[in-house]
């Protein structure tokens, strides 16, 4: 009976861990005072990367292998189809692996969005949303544009 018990406290563990990792994968989440936001090895980083001086930026930290990164890739190309401005840059982490790190980049996808000052203010692990990246981007944008 012990077995049996100790399978099912298991099991509902597991189908814990599996719901919240399912409601927290692709979310943005804003960073405040982090590292990467305002610390110059991120700017630098950035700039590494080739993220473009005075743009509203999303920044896709890939893998060759990583199927998730696929369609990451075409939610990111449609919102910037949709938003003019917004430039796209994605990094390939095994060739730019001190950069994943200054800007604590741990697994793929992981899309930064950056703006205008060159200052990372959203993240997502995972594939964001189409709306949520919108969301994040229009006040950027228009801020970018005073």
Request: proline share 7%.
């Amino acid at each position: 009976m012990t077995g049996v018990l100790v399978v099912l406290v298991a099991l509902a563990l597991a189908g814990l861990l599996g719901w919240w990792w399912q409601r927290r994968d692709g979310r943005l989440r804003a960073v405040g005072a982090a590292p990467d936001a305002t610390h110059p090895a991120g700017s630098a980083a950035l700039a590494a990367v080739g993220v473009p001086a005075g743009a509203v930026t999303l920044v896709q930290f890939s893998a060759p292998v990583c199927a998730p990164c696929r369609a990451t890739r075409r939610v990111l190309a449609e919102v910037r189809a949709n938003l003019p401005g917004v430039h796209l840059v994605e990094v390939d982490v095994e060739e730019h692996l001190d950069a994943a790190r200054a800007l604590d980049v741990w697994r793929t996808p992981t899309v930064l969005v950056v703006d205008a000052a060159g200052r990372v203010v959203q993240r997502a692990a995972g594939v964001p949303a189409p709306d949520d990246l919108r969301a994040a981007l229009a006040p950027l944008l228009a801020e970018a544009q005073r």
